[in-house]
Each structure stands twice: as C-alpha cells, then as structure tokens.
C-alpha cells in the first residue's frame, strides 16, 4: 500500500530540516539554479543577488535576536559596521580572508554583547531605546576614530584572496558568499532546534516564566545578543571585501531600520521569513528603478514624482504589512504551499 503523507519513526526525523525527499530534491534544484546565475546572469543582476545574499545573512541574525529571543535591537546596522571595520583593518595588516572576516564577526559579538548587558534591566520599547544609544555611538566612532576606520574618508579593502586566486568580480565573489551565507543560515536554524533556541522561544513568550523553569535569562539574552551580532558581522565584512570600500554612512540608522523591515514583512521567527523579508526589501529599490525608467519615455512627470517618493514607498508597505499581513511573507508561503498540497480538494 502506498503511504501518503510524512510518518516518522524517530524524533530525529521528525526534527530534520528537510524531511522529506520531495523537500530534498526542490532544494538541491534550487542551489543547481544558484550556481549556474553567473553562468546566464549579467553583472548588474549578479550585484543585485550579492547584496541579497548578504541582507540575508544580516536579516537571520536580527531574526534569531528579535523574533525568536524577543530582544529588540535598533543598532544591528551599526553591529554590521563593527564587523565591516575589523575584517577591513584585519584584513589590510594581512590576515588571511576568513581569518579577517572570522575576527570582525568576534569583535561586533563582543561590542553586541556590551551593549546587551542592559537587556537583563531593560526590554520592549527601553531596550530599543537602548540599543538605539548603541547605534549613535558606533556612529560617532565611525566617523570620528579615523586612525581605525579612516573617517569620513572611509577605509580601502582589497578583494578576498584565497590560495592566491583573487575574488575582484561580482562572479566569482558570488559563489564565496552564498557558501557563508548557506553557512549562517544553517546554523541560525540549527540553533533555533537546539536547547538555546528553546530558551530564547521562552524568553520570548514571557520571560517570568521562562525563569521559573531554570532558564538564566542573563545568560541566554547575552548568547543571542553575541550569535546574532557575531553573524551581523560576518555580514559586515562580506560587505566590507565585495564594495571594496567603506564609509560611516553605510552603517547609519536607515540599514539598522532596514533590517527591522526585513524580518517584519518576511515573518517574525522564521529564518524563511528572513530570507523572504531580504529578498523583498533588496528588489524593491530595484523594482521603483524599473518603473520609473519605463515611465521616463512615457510620462516624465510622473517618473520625476516617484523618484523622490521611494523612501515614502518603503514606508507604505512597511505599515501595509502590519496592518493586513503581520506574520508577513512566512505565512503566505505556508498558505500556498497548504494549498497546492490539498489541490483540487478543498479539504
């Protein structure tokens, strides 16, 4: 008789990430379609799909400290600079690549979990407030220590070398950051499974309980503040080895507000949603290009109108998103997928 449906016979199966085959063969299509993008890609959309496999990274992480542990942080933006800054002054003394990007993710852990501290005294609307602090002083530091991160001059980066073979094209250095960002997302869902993401659901729901049941806030506040800016960095010097070139005003508060929009329209929780919130906001700059150079031939006027509404465009489906759809794209993927499994069956 042929089985219909999943039937586990262990936990662990039941807990695999993938767990059925069908699940196995949809992602290894979908990695075959990633690696073959330089092959049939231009350089311009190749860019494009850098910056989102970098959002991506830095989207997970603020999703594994926000969405899953509950913690709001307002300064991930300036964490991705602190990463960006130490794997580029790491890397300028001649380090190797994934020793600099190594030692910038444990500097921005470092600095994240100092300015962590406060989350066991402060939470909701006050840690934000506080973290914001965080973001304004990493700002200032940015800008002011020059002899570390060249001021407002901003900081040089030569292109990651591996073996002596130099990534210095939007091609090549793809297939180095969808490895680290393949990386990162595995292990951000790895540690949603194990026993400190359990601890940081439980923070998160509420926190006086979780406390009741023996689990040390302090300690686990701290672990997310730590994993989450350590990825954060990452993210930064990825960043910092593809532009080749860095500047305070890249780490300012706007990238921190996009990464909070990022895990809002993808889904608050999921490390899917994340990377549907990264997609979405990295394309849609993109997407209001498009329209306005279509229209540029077409009506001037009204191109020479939305060019100055993006940021308002932005805003719009940020409230949109709350309003209608709060748990974001995640949940829309579920209902389509429920859908298409029930399909031509209602029930």
Known sequence: MQKCGLFYTS??????????????????????????????????????????LIAVIGAVSLNLLTGMCGQMSLGHGA?????????AVLSNMGLPFFAA??????LAAMVGMFFGIPSLRLKGIYLAISTLAAQL??????????G????????????????????????SIFYLILGVTTLSVLAVSNVARCRSGRAFVAIRDYHQSAENVGVNLFTFKLQAFGFSSFLAGIAGGLWAH??????????????????????IIGGMGSVLGS????IFITLLPEALNLITTGLAGIAPDMSALIIPMKEGVFGLMLVLFLI????????????????????????
Request: aromatic share 20%; net charge negative.
């Open 11 to 52: 936990y662990a199966a039941e807990d695999a990430l993938f767990p059925s085959r069908f699940q196995k063969g949809c992602l290894a299509l979908f990695f075959a379609a990633l690696l073959a993008c330089p092959l049939a890609l231009d350089a311009y959309a190749i860019s494009v799909l850098n910056l989102i």
């Open 79 to 87: 964490f991705v600079g602190v990463g960006a800054y130490g794997a």
């Open 101 to 106: 990007l190594l030692g910038g993710g444990l």
């Open 137 to 146: 002083i990493l700002e200032y530091v940015f800008l002011h220590w020059s």
């Open 148 to 171: 570390f991160t060249g001021g407002a001059n901003g900081l040089p980066v030569e292109p990651p070398q591996i073996f002596g073979y130099s990534f210095d094209s939007d091609a």
């Open 242 to 263: 593809y532009t080749m070139y860095i500047t305070p005003e890249q780490f300012s508060i706007s990238l921190s507000v996009s990464y909070l929009a990022m895990i």
């Open 275 to 278: 990377i549907f919130g990264a």
């Open 324 to 347: 209608f759809e709060p748990e974001g794209l995640a949940r829309k993927w579920r209902l389509t997928k429920a859908y298409w499994k029930l399909y031509p069956f209602a029930y």
